[in-house]
């Protein structure tokens, strides 16, 4: 027997069931009614997403990214949801496309998608073709205008099969997961809220494009510098007691203790991606480049360091970020490091036992439906995607329900399996129909 437990601050509620009371089997009319919708509008679906990759959405194309929205918001509110579209001004972006819809049984749902892709107005690619019957190429065809449609999709089928009225879903598709706006308080605050309105939460992200596999912890994503000072003077008074070991040592002394110290941590990642240093420094203002003025007989003076640390869960982030800074207070004479962690971080969504039971619910509805066994994601291989902001307050999610199978994510060569759109919908749709009509 499995036990489903949901907290929220309006409901505690236990459920009991069994899954293979509740299989695909030629007695569950609803199951197979839920299959059989998907198979009646998998082409719409297909039409739909071609339409939307169509439409350019690189996050700054605000213009763009609100076109994909009404064109999803109509297919939504053709199936009773109530909709909006929110106004981005305050964080520097379009806007979210929002969708709720209230019924009387189970848990409540949030279904979680983005409108905006990488692809900016000066892409090369712009537009979908189809490399043979079933591969697309596309900006955002999979990461993740295939997981909107998928929702659409898993939504009709539901309506279709008469179970949609009964269920609480909350659909969020924010407009800026590839580029998020600033103060990200006010960006995500429409995912966040939801979340805590939520007890399960699915992403249609792609996952690592592989079918077989879903999404049961991300590492969260945080940026950081490092500015470092030294004394400056002629290289022949380098490691006198007045002058001491410059800020060029220094800062290969941090960089190399948070090697030794920390590289062999099991998921996490600090790469410093950007260093500058010499006598005096002129960094770009967008921050990803800069000159250096300095000579090889003066000892250095500044350094500034950029980078990202990724963490498989908070606890091992506020871990991570505290050797860190340990280590950055152990200076070298005569020099002075400041680590800075910038604001704006993407949380990580840490692996919870009801991450891993949700998991074994979509594993056994995909084989019940012959689709074979799902397992989770290496977090590796599992970036920061917007699910993660809804680690603290809901008590189950996965991610990686997306359009899978293509490959060159954020590239000119991004492709989708239009194949999966049908599967994913079928496992979700059904997941869904399950944990609402569980027998007590």
Wanted: hydrophobic fraction near 40%; charge should be neutral; charged fraction near 20%.
């Amino acid at each position: 027997m499995m036990i489903l437990k949901f907290n929220s601050k309006r409901l505690v509620l236990l459920v009991f069931f069994c899954f293979s009371l509740l299989g695909f089997s030629q007695n569950n009319t609803k199951e197979k009614k839920i299959v059989r919708a998907v198979d009646n509008h998998t082409e719409n679906s297909i039409t739909l997403l071609k339409k939307a990759i169509s439409i350019n959405s690189g996050t700054m194309n605000f213009e763009g990214v609100r076109a994909v929205g009404s064109l999803f918001q109509k297919e939504l509110d053709k199936l009773g949801f109530k909709t909006k579209l929110t106004n981005g001004e305050a964080y520097g972006r379009a806007g979210h496309l929002i969708a709720t819809k209230t019924g009387k049984k189970g848990p409540k749902f949030l279904l979680i998608g983005h409108l905006d892709t990488v692809f900016e107005l000066e892409s090369p690619l712009q537009d979908y073709t189809m490399l043979n019957d079933s591969i697309m190429k596309g900006p955002g065809v999979a990461d993740m205008k295939g997981g909107d449609v998928i929702i659409i999709l898993a939504m009709q089928a539901l309506k279709d099969a008469g179970v949609l009225d009964d269920m609480s879903v909350e659909i969020v598709m924010t407009g800026d997961e590839e580029k998020s706006g600033d103060p990200l308080e006010l960006s995500k605050k429409d995912l966040i809220d939801a979340a805590k309105r939520a007890d399960i939460a699915l992403g249609f992200e792609n996952g690592d494009n592989n079918p077989k596999t879903i999404v049961v912890s991300r590492r969260g994503s945080a940026d950081w510098e490092l500015k470092v000072t030294g004394n400056p003077a002629h290289s022949s008074q380098i490691f006198t007691n007045n002058i001491g070991a410059g800020a060029i040592y220094e800062t290969s002394r941090i960089l190399n203790e948070f090697y030794l110290q920390l590289a062999k941590e099991k998921d996490l990642t600090f790469n410093p991606g950007f260093i500058i240093g010499g006598t005096t420094l002129q960094p770009d203002d967008n921050k990803t480049g800069g000159h250096a003025f300095g000579k090889t007989n003066v000892v250095s003076q500044e350094t500034i360091v950029r980078g990202d640390l990724r963490a498989v869960s908070l606890d091992q982030l506020v871990k991570a970020k505290e050797t860190m800074k340990k280590i950055v207070s152990q200076n070298y004479p005569q020099t002075k490091a400041k680590l800075i962690f910038k604001n704006g971080a993407y949380p990580p969504l840490t692996l919870t036992e009801g991450n891993s039971q949700l998991l074994a619910y979509f594993n056994t509805v995909s084989q019940d439906l012959d689709f074979g066994s799902v397992s989770a994601v290496n977090p590796r291989n599992a970036g920061a995607a917007d699910i993660s902001f809804t680690s603290k307050y809901v008590d189950m999610a996965i991610d990686g329900l997306g359009l899978t199978g293509g490959g060159g994510d954020h590239t000119i060569n991004e492709t989708g399996n239009l194949n999966t759109i049908a599967t994913q919908a079928k496992i979700t749709a059904v997941l869904m129909y399950r944990l609402v009509h569980s027998k007590l």
